[in-house]
């Protein structure tokens, strides 16, 4: 009895070479895909899933870019971050950052540049007319003035002060001037409840680490906490 096992076919050298390829290839397509998904890691915030700051920063400028005068450039700060911190614990804190990184994202759209620039401090670039402006940041202040629930039930009240810059009202599409002008305006309604748009006065306010005393005389709109 032959016991001989036949194959169904002459393997060629050009099969062997892809057979032999396959592997590698295998192996380096699945450290392809780790990679990316390291490089997205550091590319978004943990808590937030919110863009890092290099990450918004470019998506913002192409941004800017991209659509001209049809966007605006959008500054929040949690108000009495640090009382909810000490008062209910730092658990409590996570899920109030994590809370305002969604309702920013859900807020602004899967096309716009959503991003925490550090601890309580976030920033949005998005297509938004010049018509609807005032409506979208009222929504936008009602969304950030909605208390938290907590795991334990517990619900957390919390604020946020909002600023916003646009570029056909300030004549420049260079984000860090943007962004500058819509911080200034966000300190001059800090605690007040209520989005402010930079005016020109804002954009030559001078500043100190982006940061300055609130000055009077411009134009807001929201609703009060």
């Known amino acids: 009895m032959n016991s001989t096992v036949r194959l169904p076919g002459r393997i060629g050298p050009h099969a062997l070479l892809l057979t032999a390829a396959a592997v590698p290839l295998t192996g380096w397509a699945l450290h392809v895909v780790a990679l990316h998904k ?3 890691a550091t590319r978004k915030d943990p808590l937030t899933g919110l863009l890092r700051r290099d990450a ?18 959008v500054m929040v700060d949690a108000d009495h971050f640090k009382r909810i911190n000490d008062s209910l614990g730092h658990a409590a804190g ?6 305002f990184g969604a309702r920013l994202t859900a807020w602004a759209g899967p096309r716009a540049a959503v991003g925490r620039l550090g601890g309580d401090e976030f920033a949005v670039v998005l297509r938004l007319a010049a018509e609807r402006r005032q409506v979208r940041l009222e929504q936008l202040v009602r969304m950030l003035h909605t208390p938290v629930t907590l795991d334990d039930g517990r619900t957390v009240d919390v604020a946020a002060s909002v600023g916003a810059a646009a570029p056909d009202a300030l004549g420049t599409h260079d984000l860090s001037a943007l962004q500058r002008a819509a911080d200034a305006a ?3 309604g800090k605690h007040s409840g209520r989005a402010v748009v930079a005016t020109a ?3 030559t306010t001078p500043s100190i680490n982006g940061r300055r005393a609130g000055r009077p005389g411009t134009a807001v709109w929201g609703q009060a906490a």
């Open 56 to 73: 918004y920063t470019n998506r913002a400028r192409r941004l800017l870019t991209r659509h001209g005068d049809d966007l605006a450039v």
């Open 94 to 99: 996570d899920a109030v950052l994590a809370a």
């Open 186 to 188: 966000l300190y001059d």
């Open 201 to 203: 006065t804002h954009a």
């Open 38 to 40: 390291r490089l997205a």
